[in-house]
């Protein structure tokens, strides 16, 4: 892998793929106390860098293998960027996807013009049913990460960010099986040798963490990056990350959680968990991050709507600007209006309203209210809690 042969792809795929901005954040720059930009590659027509590495490859087959068709395995945006380009030029692709990948993708997969097929429960497995599948038609295995000419199609980043702002001094770029970060390591440190780059990686799958540094932690278990659920590094990837990258960071998913929500609410863009995963990292770990402009890769925004819609309410739960109140109430007339009306007072909005009257824990004159409330902080929630428990009543709050 060398600058010359990501400049090479950067050719072939010119007008297949967008050059996306590098924007100033101002949000994340103060809460951070970082100079903050965000590379949107959320904004590929795909909704992901995956693109560039599908486009990167299929525009180096020959006649002979763009008829015959491609196969590829994918959790979703390597399928989509495949299945794209493959449409637009005339390949027949195959995409083979683990069991569990979000509708959304899989539909968007189809979309595009690839043909599905479910097989495995692991990008592992799946990748092993790819293989399969390929040596018994003929098609041409695209790998998502461990291949070189992919691997410069996503290296194009690195220049495109060098370029825009060639004063940055840290790149924090997703890590999964390492295509993306392998790519820009090499482009950025061509441009500027002292430029740093991080990677970001789910702690529940220190793939690339565990190739770099001879350590054999577990992988497995619900992510919501599930884009960089990958149990197994590749195999070029990790050479190239052992000589061009300065360190792999872990991140938890709460700090994913808190990454998507707060590129929904501060940043006004969508991003799927592996895409939020750098801004994770600058949450996780800011003294790495402080008084440096630092640039995070803000790889992906296909995330399942319903996700998203949950991981933002989570988030208001855990700021305490929605709670949910269970409280025993005697079963007679007004006992649920003063309830209410200590919430109206305060200026809290019911979202949500459950009285019932036949649990067995409560005596047979009373009833159990839950009701759901949206308010402006921690401090106001503790406001309402205290008048409702002056009025009379013992509030418990349900734990998110």
């Given at each position: 892998?060398?600058?010359?042969?990501?400049?090479?792809?950067?050719?072939?795929?010119?007008?297949?793929?967008?050059?996306?901005?590098?924007?100033?954040?101002?949000?994340?720059?103060?809460?951070?106390?970082?100079?903050?930009?965000?590379?949107?590659?959320?904004?590929?027509?795909?909704?992901?860098?995956?693109?560039?590495?599908?486009?990167?490859?299929?525009?180096?087959?020959?006649?002979?293998?763009?008829?015959?068709?491609?196969?590829?395995?994918?959790?979703?945006?390597?399928?989509?960027?495949?299945?794209?380009?493959?449409?637009?030029?005339?390949?027949?692709?195959?995409?083979?996807?683990?069991?569990?990948?979000?509708?959304?993708?899989?539909?968007?997969?189809?979309?595009?013009?690839?043909?599905?097929?479910?097989?495995?429960?692991?990008?592992?497995?799946?990748?092993?049913?790819?293989?399969?599948?390929?040596a018994e038609r003929g098609l041409a295995f695209i790998h998502p990460y461990d291949d070189e000419d992919v691997i410069a199609g996503q290296g194009v980043i690195?220049?495109?960010?060098?370029?825009?702002?060639?004063?940055?001094?840290?790149?924090?770029?997703?890590?999964?099986?390492?295509?993306?970060?392998?790519?820009?390591?090499?482009?950025?440190?061509?441009?500027?040798?002292?430029?740093?780059?991080?990677?970001?990686?789910?702690?529940?799958?220190?793939?690339?963490?565990?190739?770099?540094?001879?350590?054999?932690?577990?992988?497995?278990?619900?992510?919501?990056?599930?884009?960089?659920?990958?149990?197994?590094?590749?195999?070029?990837?990790?050479?190239?990350?052992?000589?061009?990258?300065?360190?792999?960071?872990?991140?938890?998913?709460?700090?994913?959680?808190?990454?998507?929500?707060?590129?929904?609410?501060?940043?006004?863009?969508?991003?799927?968990?592996?895409?939020?995963?750098?801004?994770?990292?600058?949450?996780?770990?800011?003294?790495?991050?402080?008084?440096?402009?630092?640039?995070?890769?803000?790889?992906?925004?296909?995330?399942?709507?319903?996700?998203?819609?949950?991981?933002?309410?989570?988030?208001?739960?855990?700021?305490?600007?929605?709670?949910?109140?269970?409280?025993?109430?005697?079963?007679?007339?007004?006992?649920?209006?003063?309830?209410?009306?200590?919430?109206?007072?305060?200026?809290?909005?019911?979202?949500?309203?459950?009285?019932?009257?036949?649990?067995?824990?409560?005596?047979?004159?009373?009833?159990?209210?839950?009701?759901?409330?949206?308010?402006?902080?921690?401090?106001?929630?503790?406001?309402?809690?205290?008048?409702?428990?002056?009025?009379?009543?013992?509030?418990?709050?349900?734990?998110?």
């Amino acid at each position: 892998m060398s600058a010359e042969s990501i400049q090479a792809a950067r050719t072939r795929t010119a007008g297949l793929v967008a050059v996306t901005p590098t924007l100033h954040s101002l949000a994340l720059s103060q809460l951070s106390g970082a100079e903050v930009y965000v590379k949107y590659e959320n904004m590929q027509h795909t909704g992901s860098f995956k693109t560039r590495g599908a486009a990167a490859k299929l525009t180096t087959l020959t006649d002979a293998q763009k008829k015959a068709g491609v196969i590829a395995m994918s959790a979703g945006n390597h399928a989509q960027g495949v299945a794209f380009h493959a449409g637009r030029l005339g390949i027949p692709a195959t995409i083979v996807m683990p069991k569990g990948t979000p509708f959304n993708k899989m539909r968007k997969t189809r979309d595009y013009g690839g043909t599905v097929v479910l097989e495995g429960d692991t990008l592992t497995e799946a990748a092993a049913a790819a293989r399969r599948i390929g040596a018994e038609r003929g098609l041409a295995f695209i790998h998502p990460y461990d291949d070189e000419d992919v691997i410069a199609g996503q290296g194009v980043i690195g220049f495109e960010i060098m370029e825009a702002h060639p004063d940055a001094e840290l790149i924090i770029v997703p890590v999964g099986g390492g295509g993306l970060i392998a790519g820009i390591a090499v482009a950025a440190k061509s441009v500027k040798p002292g430029v740093g780059i991080l990677g970001a990686e789910s702690a529940l799958y220190p793939s690339m963490k565990n190739a770099i540094s001879n350590q054999h932690a577990p992988s497995g278990g619900a992510t919501v990056a599930e884009g960089i659920a990958v149990a197994d590094a590749g195999t070029l990837t990790t050479a190239i990350v052992k000589s061009c990258v300065d360190d792999v960071l872990l991140v938890s998913e709460a700090n994913l959680e808190r990454a998507i929500s707060m590129y929904a609410g501060a940043g006004k863009t969508v991003a799927e968990g592996a895409g939020a995963a750098p801004l994770a990292a600058l949450l996780q770990y800011p003294d790495r991050v402080k008084g440096k402009k630092v640039v995070l890769v803000l790889s992906g925004g296909n995330i399942d709507p319903r996700l998203l819609s949950s991981i933002l309410m989570r988030d208001l739960v855990r700021a305490g600007q929605v709670l949910t109140l269970s409280i025993a109430l005697p079963d007679r007339p007004g006992s649920l209006e003063a309830i209410t009306a200590i919430c109206a007072s305060e200026g809290a909005n019911v979202i949500e309203v459950s009285h019932r009257r036949l649990g067995l824990d409560l005596a047979a004159s009373a009833a159990r209210l839950d009701i759901t409330i949206e308010t402006r902080d921690q401090d106001h929630a503790a406001q309402i809690i205290g008048k409702i428990r002056a009025a009379g009543f013992e509030p418990t709050v349900h734990e998110p």
